[in-house]
């Protein structure tokens, strides 16, 4: 695997489902992100990690909680979602969390809550 | 706060035309700009990028120029192809934190 690899791809959950979506960097970089895209409206920036710590907590609402066991690997773990949760979910990541900004972009899971 | 303000479109346009994709910006201090591009079921990829004033970023035949006096970072091609079709964000890095999106814009190119 080469580059930043999401599983699932696609997630249909019922709104009491607990659920986790996997993010994997294949690149050495120290920071990684989520972010959370519904349609009209600009991607939303909700956690960001650098070397493992959580440095940004976008007002996120305590039914999505990250999760990063080392440099390599950031989960989102999902329950009790509501409909307006569904949307795709991106994870990103940088060689360092300060610098000149380029961030590479996973396909996304595509997330339905019924 | 920082944000990014694009045309949403659809642009539609046909094939050999000229591209111009406006954005502006608000930001403290000196941001990044960047234009990535998102082709149907993939994530975002880096289009192109610029760090400081009148930096230009190009890439596959697009162009960008960090424009500090009018805060833009318009998008242009020359010549666009169907194989360009997807959707355009810019964005913008201030601080030590992600990236500031704009909504993107739909571009659709015709035969």
């Known amino acids: 695997e080469t580059g930043v690899t999401q599983t699932p791809r696609h997630l249909v959950m019922g709104m009491t489902n607990k659920k986790s979506l996997k993010c994997e960097q294949h690149?050495?970089?120290?920071?990684m992100y989520w972010y959370k895209q519904s349609a009209k409206k600009p991607l939303e920036l909700m956690f960001v990690?650098?070397?493992?710590?959580?440095?940004e907590n976008n007002s996120v609402p305590s039914r999505f909680s990250p999760e990063c066991p080392n440099s390599s690997h950031l989960f989102l773990h999902l329950h009790t979602l509501q409909p307006e949760d569904s949307a795709l979910y991106l994870c990103?990541?940088?060689?360092?969390?300060?610098?000149?900004?380029?961030?590479?972009f996973g396909p996304g899971t595509r997330l339905t809550v019924t | 706060g920082d944000s990014v303000t694009q045309m949403e479109g659809p642009v539609t346009l046909s094939e050999e035309a000229c591209l111009t994709i406006n954005c502006t910006y608000t930001a403290t201090g000196y941001p990044s700009l960047f234009w990535y591009v998102q082709y149907p079921g993939e994530g975002l990829q880096l289009l192109l990028k610029?760090?400081?004033?009148?930096d230009k970023g190009s890439n596959k035949g697009f162009e960008a120029t960090y424009r500090k006096e009018t805060t833009s970072f318009h998008l242009e091609k020359g010549s666009v192809q169907v194989s360009d079709s997807a959707v355009y964000f810019c964005a913008l890095k201030g601080g030590a934190d992600g990236l500031t999106f704009g909504k993107g814009t739909h571009l659709i190119i015709q035969p």
């Open positions: 990690y650098s070397l493992e710590e959580r440095v």
């Open positions: 690149l050495g970089h120290n920071a």
């Open positions: 990103a990541s940088s060689p360092l969390l300060a610098g000149g900004g380029e961030q590479y």
């Open positions: 610029a760090t400081k004033a009148d």
